[in-house]
């Protein structure tokens, strides 16, 4: 048997199902939306932001001025913000396109700047989609175990798909001993938290870090940094591994396991 797992496809439809074939099974880690390139300017904020806004929200990320960057990110992610309803009819219409694309058996989880709420609605007529949060399935006699978001970091800015730290914990808590965990956020390892383009560490998730020396899965994927020092290393008996930012480099990782 053979899973497809991609993570980060940030609009990436077309070119991932490109890839894909009706038979495939995929696991896909979250932030499936564009909504803005950071260093294309493209992405569906260009629809309800000027360019003048779009590079000043991102200069106050680059200089670390978080105030004033939440306050601009609640406008469109806030239900009292005054491009909620845009965004939300534009983050619908993105999903719909990536439901329509993908035809394989697909298991996903929402990262941080996913709308939860909205990707459930959109798929939930998919036969093909299943959205996984703090549960198990068991495939080819393997459990795998899924994470859905991320907890608060100091880049994450009260996105969407950001769950509170005791929520977090509480999904990871829930799964018990699994052979391949996929989460979006990888584990607090600076190796695999630092970004080497945006200049930042991400943080990673402790608790993850804390299930893994616990549980010791064999395999742990994740996406979320898009450009780490590394892409995988090994934690006793696990492998842990980013399996890419598939926008920019077009790759699925595959793993293959006997029958």
């Known amino acids: 048997m053979e899973l497809k797992i991609v993570s980060d496809v940030h609009g ?21 939306v564009n909504l803005i390139d950071f260093f294309s300017l493209e992405g569906l904020l260009t629809e309800l932001f000027t360019q003048k806004e779009i590079r000043q929200v991102l200069e106050w990320i680059g200089c670390r001025q978080k105030a004033k960057a939440r306050d601009f990110i ?10 909620y309803q845009e965004a939300v009819e534009l983050i619908k219409g993105a999903y719909a396109e990536m439901g329509c694309r993908i035809n394989c058996k697909t298991y996903m989880l929402y990262g ?12 939930s007529a998919k036969d093909n ?19 859905s978001g991320s907890p608060p970091t100091p880049w994450t800015f009260s996105l969407p798909g950001v769950v509170e730290e005791e929520e977090f914990h509480a999904k990871i808590a829930s799964l018990g001993p699994v052979d391949i965990l996929c989460s979006h956020v990888p584990p607090s390892l600076s190796e695999l938290s630092y970004d080497t383009v945006a200049r930042r560490d991400e943080v990673g998730s402790p608790a993850l870090l804390a299930y893994i020396k616990e549980y010791q899965p064999k395999w ?11 892409l995988r290393l090994t934690l006793n008996t696990s492998q842990l591994i980013n399996v890419g930012y598939f926008r920019q480099h077009k790759q699925i990782y595959s793993l293959k396991f006997n029958d």
Request: hydrophobic residues 40%; glycine residues 10%; charged residues 20%.
């Open 74 to 83: 609640k406008r469109f992610t806030h239900p009292e913000g005054d491009r």
């Open 12 to 32: 990436a439809y077309l070119d991932l199902a490109r890839q894909l074939a009706p038979g495939d099974t995929l696991i896909m880690l979250g932030d499936y």
């Open 129 to 147: 989609f299943s959205l996984m949060d703090g549960n198990t399935i068991e495939l080819n006699g393997l459990k795998i175990g899924f994470v």
């Open 220 to 230: 742990v994927f994740f996406g979320h940094v898009h450009n780490p020092l590394k």
């Open 112 to 123: 941080n700047t996913d709308y939860p709420l909205l990707l459930q609605e959109a798929l």
